[in-house]
Structure formats: C-alpha cells, structure tokens
C-alpha cells in the first residue's frame, strides 16, 4: 500500500469532495471528472460506485480501516479533514 499522496490527484479528491458537500449528485461529480478527462489511478473513466467507494474511503481522511470500521489514524498526510469525511 503506498502511503504517499499524489498532490495533483489530491487537488482533485478535495474536489470533488466539495462538491458532493456542496449538495452535487455523485453522477454530476462523474461528469465533471469525464469532462476534465480525468480517470481513475488505473486510467479508466469515472464509474459512479468507484466515485462512491473513494469518496468514502477513510484513507482520504488519514483514517485506517478494516472492514469499513475506523480502527487508527494513519501515517500519510490526510487529503481531506475528518470533519469532510464524516
């Protein structure tokens, strides 16, 4: 597991986790992301359960996970606060 963040794919993980906040469909976000052609870490387009199961990732918060329960804080920097993860 790499525990570096990537600024230019952070810049766009905060971003589209302001809009989701800012009241945007998931599906909006997914076209803004096809529209910017921005792709996944794997170079394919958006799916709208991929969006959903990064977004709620407790790695973009600096959160360790096993089996979807918060069991630490990570080592790697957060991309985004707690607060926006919750």
């Known amino acids: 597991i790499r525990d570096d963040v990537n600024p230019t794919e952070a810049a766009v993980i905060r971003e589209c986790a302001r809009r989701v906040i800012d009241g945007h469909s998931l599906n909006s976000v997914r076209k803004w992301l096809d529209g910017q052609g921005l792709t996944t ?3 394919r387009p958006w ?3 991929a969006l959903r199961i990064m977004l709620m990732s407790g790695r973009i918060a600096g959160l360790r996970e096993h089996r979807r329960q918060v ?3 990570a080592v790697w920097e957060p991309i985004i606060t707690v607060e926006q993860h919750e």
Do not use: A
């Open 71 to 73: 069991v630490s804080r």
């Open 47 to 49: 799916s709208l359960q």
């Open 41 to 43: 870490s794997t170079g």
